[in-house]
């Protein structure tokens, strides 16, 4: 049998729809329960590094010590490695990796930090493992992840339930785990850790420009992205279908008391000395 970093897919792709969101992304709103843990000279593992917004901040915080980041997904890093140049930081690599199987030595970095990324993954804990392995002893694991049946919007939009239902489904069937945030603890508990400091914090977009912003991604997303493709090719759901959910999503867009709150699951993990 397939293992399960074979079988599961990362759900999103990179469209631009996607890049979007995720260059919007800063150590401060996706990364604060870590930041108060960092210091000048620490090495830092930034896993699924994506577009490498929060990397060149963690690289930028940490000017005496070095990030490396590392992404299954080879074309991104040319993004990431823009994202550092364009910041002038000359203290952060890129390489791609897969979480399960980490190429570093034991015990080699003071802090790993993954955003995002255990909900995509086929086996969370096993990832949790090979992040535990590659930390050295007294420092941190950080990982957070949003949990989509806990996200909520106001008003009603019978609309958006059919697209929280359906990206849901397709996620599942990527092999991986849409509402990851309630689990992290539980993951990292079965990965071995014993210090955990489990916490969670929200996204919220409720002005006009966040809710603009918000909606218009994700009803581009539920178009052209690859999980608009593997909705339709899973069978999930038609052309049809989804050009409903995206108009959903400008619907609720144009609401001036609409209101939608992403919450996630935070962990921060210390390896036994």
């Known amino acids: 049998m397939p293992n399960a970093r074979e079988t599961a897919v990362y759900t999103h ?7 979007r969101s995720h ?8 990364a604060a329960y870590l930041l108060g843990s960092l210091k000048p000279h620490m090495k830092i593992l930034d896993v699924g590094c994506g577009p490498g917004t929060i ?26 490695r823009a994202t550092a140049a364009g ?27 993954a955003h995002q990324v255990l909900q995509h993954v086929g086996d969370p804990v096993q990832a949790l493992r090979e992040m535990r392995r590659v930390t050295r002893p007294g420092g941190f694991v950080a990982v957070r992840d949003s949990d989509y049946a806990a996200m909520t919007w106001y008003p009603e939009s019978p609309g ?4 929280l239902d359906l990206y849901r489904r397709v996620a599942r069937a990527n092999g991986g785990e849409p509402d990851a945030g309630r ?20 996204w919220t977009f409720s002005t006009p420009e966040e809710r603009a912003w918000w909606s218009g991604l994700w009803a581009d997303r539920t178009l052209a992205s690859a999980y608009a493709g593997r909705a339709t ?22 609401q001036e008391d609409g209101w939608f709150s992403v919450l996630h699951g935070e962990i921060l993990c210390r390896k036994d000395a």
């Open 55 to 80: 990397t060149a901040d963690l690289a930028a915080l940490v000017p005496e010590g070095h990030v490396t980041a590392v992404d299954h997904a080879p074309g991104i890093l040319d993004q990431a």
């Open 13 to 19: 792709g990179h469209h631009e729809s996607v890049l």
């Open 160 to 163: 958006l339930d059919g697209w």
């Open 183 to 202: 689990r992290l603890k539980s993951w990292a508990l079965t990965a071995g850790f014993t210090d955990i400091t489990a916490t969670s914090a929200t």
């Open 23 to 30: 260059t919007w992304r800063t150590a401060a709103n996706s």
């Open 87 to 113: 910041r002038g930081l000359t203290n952060v690599d890129f390489a791609v990796a897969d979480v399960h199987a980490l190429d570093f030595p034991d015990d080699t970095f003071c802090v790993v930090h």
């Open 233 to 254: 090719e899973g069978g999930h759901a038609t052309e049809t279908e989804l050009r409903a959910v995206s108009e959903a999503w400008r619907e609720w867009g144009k």
